[in-house]
């Protein structure tokens, strides 16, 4: 962080986003509407699938999960965050024990513990893209997660769009693969469900895709000019494909740099990206790296803890 924009920080803000695969830290400092990483981390628990096959997390998941938001409330605490924002997406939405794993979190560390619906996690991750600037053309912000998907659209003159879809990475890797690496079948079959409930996704003629989050900004990693410019096409994504099905997940783990749970399931989000952009005629995303976290914390800095209620006037942004 440079000395100018040191004194320009006003303050420090955390949020904790538990995700079906990942749960996953941000603490930043803010500066007017930029946001300054101060750190940014995560631990890989895949409460999705583990909800997917019970229906609940269960004591030691729920032990598990408690045990990481303490530790990491009290590093967030020990960069100058004054409050953690935690917010509960698709696992947390689907689990039977959800209302014990918000008593169990809140009373261990100290910060409630909201459960998003699909829309208020669209909208987030929107004002995490935009940095809560009010959009200049009409854009499709997507966050292909573990359980689910989430679309938002937003241009310069209508209300935003927000929905999710109950597909994601690790429901479609359950679903359809046994092999290791995804046999051919496997990954066709992952394409054509893909392509049958993304027809759902709210219609819109985007001028721009951008995907946030883990599932695409792994997908980069597996191809160097893909990592270089931050951008997935049609014809990047089969090249990709075509190395995740020759790999192994451990030797894709090793030679990319990514997650050995992670990489098991690119090869379904693979397949999801590619139906999207398929869905909306656009041959090329941007992958950024903000989004859901980044959203949060800018969204309590500008209105405080009733960031809730407001986020449908937060979504088309604010001038800085």
């Not at 007017?32 to 940014?40: F, K, N, V």
């Not at 909208?123 to 997660?145: F, K, N, R, S």
């Not at 209508?158 to 046999?183: C, E, K, M, Y």
Request: charged share 20%.
């Amino acid at each position: 962080m440079s000395d100018a924009l040191t004194t320009e920080t006003r303050h420090v803000g955390a949020t904790v986003d538990i995700g079906s695969n990942s749960v996953h830290l941000l603490v930043a400092g803010l500066a007017g509407h930029r946001l300054l990483p101060l750190l940014d981390e995560s631990v890989f628990l895949g409460l999705g699938s583990a909800v997917v096959e019970r229906g609940y997390l269960g004591p030691d998941s729920r032990a598990e999960l408690t045990a990481t938001l303490v530790q990491y409330a009290e590093v967030a605490r020990s960069l100058g965050a004054e409050s953690v924002t935690v917010l509960g997406t698709e696992p947390i939405r689907r689990a039977a024990d959800a209302a014990t794993i918000v008593q169990e979190v809140g009373v261990a560390s100290g910060s409630a513990l909201h459960v998003l619906s699909h829309e208020e996690e669209a909208y987030l991750m929107l004002i995490g893209v935009t940095e809560g600037l009010p959009a200049t053309h009409q854009m499709l912000v997507v966050d292909v997660g573990g359980g689910s998907s989430e679309f938002c659209v937003v241009d310069p003159i209508r209300p935003a769009l927000a929905a999710g879809l109950q597909l994601g990475s690790a429901r479609l890797t359950d679903r359809f693969v046994r092999h290791d690496p995804p046999a051919p079948t496997e990954v066709a079959e992952m394409h054509a469900a893909a392509r049958a409930i993304i027809a759902d996704a709210p219609a819109a003629r985007p001028d721009e895709i951008v995907a946030v989050a883990g599932t695409a900004s792994n997908l980069l990693k597996i191809l160097p000019e893909a990592a270089l410019d931050g951008r997935l096409t049609r014809a990047r994504l089969r090249a990709v494909q075509a190395i995740l099905e020759s790999e192994s997940a451990a030797t894709i783990s090793e030679r990319h740099l990514v997650k050995p749970i992670r990489a098991r399931l690119l090869a379904a989000g693979g397949a999801i990206m590619d139906a999207i952009m398929e869905r909306y005629g656009i041959d090329e995303v941007r992958v950024s790296e903000a989004g859901i976290r980044e959203g949060a914390i800018l969204a309590a800095d500008h209105v405080g803890i009733g960031w809730r209620d407001r986020l449908a006037e937060l979504v088309i942004g604010w001038h800085a």
